[in-house]
């Protein structure tokens, strides 16, 4: 048996962060990311993800602005290379299916090689993929680890950004959201006097359930 470190995760979320599997370091100390040499966290709040740089132990706070964390293999390791091919191909009917559970928007690998092994493919750019995965639209970015030297925190803060902003794309305009709340404010007639029932903002909808700041 393995300490298992729980995914964070709801349904509807904007992205989910999807690592290779957990570090030693985070399945111990319960929570995503908590290795002192990690940058995920610097990484996601300097690309506008969340307000503040979240503290791996609050790391729960992070579905506040939308988003979640999980791993395509559940088994903790030292080091990404201790885990197989054959991890990966035993984790994709059950990773997929997860994600088609949750629904997120977006799956964002961090890292090309989760994500080679769920589709097979082993030429894989960074940014957006031409594919879904279980509904989701999938980006692949540079992996946070203080280990991928490859990647300056410049870098990867641009190549996470690039990401936010595609989320913002993704979000239902003020004008598709006004039409949804008059298409249900029509369903609304009262059958009797054929007179639809008025908002007092009416005039001025606005979005929804969407007010806070990302």
Known sequence: MFIQLPDIIAEHLVVVFCGLNPGLSA????HHFAGRSNRFWRVVHLADFT???IRPENDRVLLQYECGLTTVVERPTARAEQVSAQEFLAAAERFEQKIWRYAPRFIAFLGKAAYSALSGDTEIAWGSQQTTLGGAAVWVLPN?????RAFSLDQLTSAYRQL?????LSRPSDV?????RAARLRKNVDASTGIIPQSPNDSDCTLDGDSHTR
């Open 27 to 30: 399945a111990t100390a319960g």
């Open 51 to 53: 307000p503040e740089e």
């Open 144 to 148: 946070p680890s203080g280990r991928n």
């Open 164 to 168: 936010y902003r595609a989320t913002e």
């Open 176 to 180: 598709m959201m006004a039409s949804a």
